[in-house]
């Protein structure tokens, strides 16, 4: 029996390295450790389900225009949808970020999901900021003409120009949700190939050998 | 620490990273994605049918100049002489030396140079006068401005601006007589083209048909009391909380709390640094928050603070049996 060898093409070493990390059965799971059995465990699908949903009200307003909310009533609708999606979305994120937190949900190697959850939490916060900027009414001309101080400040407001509605559209409407989006896939994919973080303390009182223990 | 605490503290560590070999439980991840998309979408569009969004009216050089237009004047006075906040503002609009704001010694503003070069006589007042259409008195007066020295611009300017600041409501009618040149003129033609939405378009054009950026007409305004009066009434102010409110009674944006919350405290609130300082500071939060597995003290209040007692209480109520 000869041992497996490494693929010598660039695809068939992404599909190993892609295989040796996350196998299908580790990709989507049917069976959690026992001490998964909380409730603030859904607050991460909560969140990962309300991005959607925002995606998809702010893709209804981005194909009708910036405009169509101020002119029509199925517009402002969907704009009200578009807002508590995304007050949902942050709530949600929140909660989940306290409760990781105090999880110390980093523990064991997991640091870079960690990180991958709090860059996007501070992204996050960037693409509504934007959404902000862009309503076009008296909100988003007070908002930009006062952030723009602080931006200015920090030498970001040079290229980063919040009273500029068109920057501003694109930056909200493609570049954020994007980066966004993929942070939150990366963040996803790191906790499913790490598992859940076990329960603190108790792993050296039941798993750690005898002579470790005090 | 004892000689126990560290050989313990790594082989949690390593016990932390192993795959769970302990009891399982059947747990539908798409279910449970499926039942979450459906309860946010309809929690979605409950609050939405409930509480609606706002969206408050945007103010235009025209609604200010006709609501306002004894303040629209004294702005356009303070830029055509160069007093208001734009024209003195520092980078990126202008090269006004020391208007940069700095953290100790280091000023990103000024190293980040001025990019949106804004000169306020010229493009708020004096372009927008030249595309007036057959105004004689208009054009005699520019005609006598553009023949005058600089210093002469500069000292009609400020006196017909010091005038107005004094002149009763800054009622340009009620301004006493002085030397003023042709002023006086300039700006009351700027006034009537305000109000007709002439000035709107003249500062949106950046000489071009199709425009998306309103820096210009955005600062104008900002630069009158007009646009703030508006939003402090809808609980807008720097000193109310502003930056995380929202018009009307709506949550806005809650999670800038920490954000705002440095501006109401000193020295912050009284420094002439302060954007530059909170965003150094909460650049600094930021990175903190991100690096958070990686800081001695704040990696371990999560074991000081029993929390995990909480959420893991079936479990270690089973004696953590894995």
Redesign the interface.
């Known amino acids: 029996m000869t041992a497996p060898t490494m693929p010598h093409t660039w695809t068939g070493r992404v599909r190993a390295r892609a295989l040796r990390d996350l196998p299908p059965d580790q990709l989507?799971?049917?069976?959690?450790?026992?001490?998964?059995?909380?409730w603030?465990y859904?607050f991460g699908?909560?969140t990962?389900?309300?991005f959607?949903?925002v995606l998809g009200?702010g893709g209804v307003l981005a194909l009708k225009g910036p405009q169509w909310?101020?002119r029509s009533s199925t517009g402002?609708?969907f704009?009200?949808?578009h807002?508590?999606?995304v007050?949902?979305f942050?709530a949600f994120m929140?909660i989940h970020l306290w409760?990781k937190?105090?999880?110390?949900a980093?523990?064991?190697?997991?640091?870079m999901t960690?990180?991958t959850g709090?860059?996007c939490?501070?992204g996050s916060?960037g693409t509504?900021?934007t959404g902000?900027l862009i309503?076009?009414?008296?909100?988003?001309?007070?908002?930009?003409?006062?952030?723009k101080?602080?931006?200015?400040?920090?030498?970001?407001?040079?290229?980063f120009?919040v009273?500029?509605?068109?920057?501003m559209?694109m930056w909200h409407i493609a570049l954020l949700p994007f980066v966004v989006g993929v942070l939150i896939a990366v963040h996803i994919l790191q906790v499913r190939r790490?598992?859940?973080?076990?329960?603190?303390?108790?792993?050296?009182?039941?798993?750690?050998p005898e002579q470790?223990?005090? | 620490m004892t000689t126990?605490e560290a050989?313990?503290r790594h082989?949690?560590?390593a016990?932390?990273?192993?795959?769970?070999t302990?009891?399982?439980?059947?747990?539908?991840?798409?279910k449970?994605?499926v039942i979450?998309?459906a309860?946010?979408?309809v929690?979605?569009?409950a609050?939405?049918?409930i509480?609606?969004?706002?969206?408050?009216?945007?103010?235009t050089l025209s609604t200010w100049s006709r609501s306002a237009p004894n303040d629209f004047v004294l702005t356009a006075a303070a830029e055509l002489d160069g007093s208001s906040g734009t024209a003195s503002?520092g980078?990126?609009y202008t090269h006004t030396p020391d208007a940069?704001?700095k953290i100790g010694p280091v000023s990103?503003?000024h190293?980040?140079?001025v990019?949106?070069p804004i000169n306020t006589a010229s493009d708020f007042v004096l372009g927008p006068l030249t595309g007036v259409p057959a105004d004689p008195a208009l054009s005699a007066a520019l005609r006598t401005w553009r023949a005058a020295t600089p210093e002469q611009q500069q000292q009609w300017a400020t006196a017909y601006d010091d005038a107005l600041t004094k002149a009763l409501d800054n009622d340009p009618t009620k301004v006493e007589p002085g030397n003023y040149g042709p002023v006086p003129v300039m700006l009351d033609r700027l006034l009537t083209t305000a109000q007709s939405g002439g000035l709107d378009g003249a500062l949106l054009s950046q000489k071009q048909f199709f425009a998306?950026?309103?820096?210009k007409p955005?600062?104008f305004?900002?630069d009158g009391s007009y646009?703030e009066d508006?939003?402090r009434a809808?609980h807008?102010g720097?000193d109310q909380w502003?930056?995380m409110n929202?018009?009307g009674s709506?949550?806005g944006?809650?999670?800038?709390w920490l954000y705002t919350f440095w501006y109401q405290v000193s020295p912050f609130s009284t420094s002439g640094?302060a954007?530059?300082l909170?965003?150094?500071l909460m650049?600094v939060l930021?990175l903190a928050?991100?690096?958070?597995?990686?800081i001695p003290g704040i990696?371990s209040?999560?074991?000081w603070?029993p929390?995990?007692r909480l959420?893991?209480r079936?479990?270690?109520r089973q004696?953590?049996?894995?």
């Open positions: 989507l799971p049917e069976h959690q450790p026992v001490y998964v059995a909380s603030i859904v699908v909560l990962l389900a309300a959607l949903v009200t909310w101020h402002h609708y704009n009200s949808l807002l508590w999606s007050e949902l942050m929140v409760g937190f105090f999880m110390a980093w523990r064991g190697k997991r640091a960690w990180i709090a860059v939490f501070l916060i509504a900021f902000y309503q076009s009414n008296l909100d988003s001309q007070w908002i930009s003409t006062q952030a101080d602080g931006l200015n400040a920090a030498g970001i407001g040079s290229f120009n009273t500029d509605f068109g920057q559209l790490r598992g859940v973080v076990p329960p603190m303390e108790i792993d050296l009182r039941d798993r750690v470790m223990t005090p | 126990t050989p313990r082989q949690a560590q016990t932390d990273a192993q795959k769970w302990g009891r399982v439980r059947e747990y539908d991840l798409v449970e994605f979450a998309l309860v946010v979408a929690l979605t569009a609050l939405a049918a509480f609606s969004s706002p969206d408050e009216k945007q103010v503002y980078a990126p940069a704001q990103l503003q190293i980040a140079g990019t949106h998306t950026d309103y820096t955005l600062l305004i900002a646009l508006q939003a809808q807008l720097g502003g930056m929202e018009t709506y949550p944006q809650a999670w800038l640094n954007d530059a909170v965003w150094g650049a930021s928050l991100v690096l958070v597995p990686f990696r209040i999560p074991r603070v929390v995990h959420i893991w079936d479990y270690y004696g953590g049996a894995g």
